[in-house]
T-cell receptor
Framework: KQEVTQIPAALSVPEGENLVLNCSFT??????LQWFRQDPGKGLTSLLL?????REQTSGRLNASLDKSSGRSTLYIAASQPGDSATYLC??????????????FGTGTRLLVSP | DTAVSQTPKYLVTQMGNDKSIKCEQN?????MYWYKQDSKKFLKIMFS???????INETVPNRFSPKSPDKAHLNLHINSLELGDSAVYFC?????????????FGSGTRLTVV
């Protein structure tokens, strides 16, 4: 059974700092890994998608890496801004014995960037 | 041009009532999902439909009955609502046959049972 864990659970940093969010998963047989952002009371916004064959993806100040063999992913945020404050969710797409895939979410990291 | 849209956005109802949440996607995806986010903000899959056929049912009480009239729509009907059903319900879609693409989520329906 796939389990996804994110650390830290919460993180508070001053504006301008670079930071790393961690995600680990127990079953390395994944199709892809997706990082989402969720603002309070809002839906999920997809940030980055890494295929199982890829090592990293970049979008603006965000960089996500994937080490499938060790079951780890990191989300690096450069030069953090107050607008980055949100909950960040890691999710892995795994296959099931039916042949279909299922997205399993981590517990989330709540980020607060102070001005 | 919303990709995955859910209605209603908020739903407040009394215990014992029956309610429905609707979801539509215009991405041409063949698979749709319902996820539940509990009070601790943990997201867990409930159901998944691929081309109108049920492919995932994660031991959800049978008071919850999903219906997919076509591959662009997945509705969730809940009978005899209980206090513990209060949560945010998210609809999502993906393209099962081409797993290089990720999932797209709706904005959620906040259900409050009083």
């Amino acid at each position: 059974k796939q389990e996804v864990t994110q650390i830290p659970a919460a993180l508070s940093v001053p504006e301008g700092e670079n930071l790393v969010l961690n995600c680990s998963f127990t079953d390395s047989a994944i199709y892809n890994l997706q990082w989402f952002r969720q603002d309070p009371g809002k839906g999920l916004t997809s940030l980055l998608l890494i295929q199982s064959s890829q090592r990293e993806q970049t979008s603006g100040r965000l960089n996500a890496s994937l080490d499938k063999s060790s079951g780890r992913s990191t989300l690096y945020i450069a030069a953090s801004q107050p607008g980055d404050s949100a909950t960040y969710l890691c999710a892995v797409s795994s296959g099931m014995n039916t042949g279909f895939q299922k997205l399993v979410f981590g517990t989330g990291t709540r980020l607060l960037v102070s001005p | 041009d919303t990709a995955v849209s859910q209605t209603p956005k908020y739903l407040v109802t009394q215990m014992g009532n029956d309610k429905s949440i609707k979801c539509e996607q215009n991405l041409g995806h063949d698979t749709m999902y319902w996820y539940k986010q509990d009070s601790k903000k943990f997201l867990k899959i409930m159901f998944s439909y691929n081309n109108k056929e049920l492919i995932i049912n994660e031991t959800v009480p049978n008071r919850f009955s999903p219906k997919s009239p076509d591959k662009a729509h997945l509705n969730l009907h809940i009978n005899s609502l209980e206090l513990g059903d209060s949560a945010v319900y998210f609809c999502a879609s993906s393209q099962e046959l081409h797993r290089v693409y990720g999932y797209t989520f709706g904005s959620g329906t906040r259900l409050t049972v009083v």
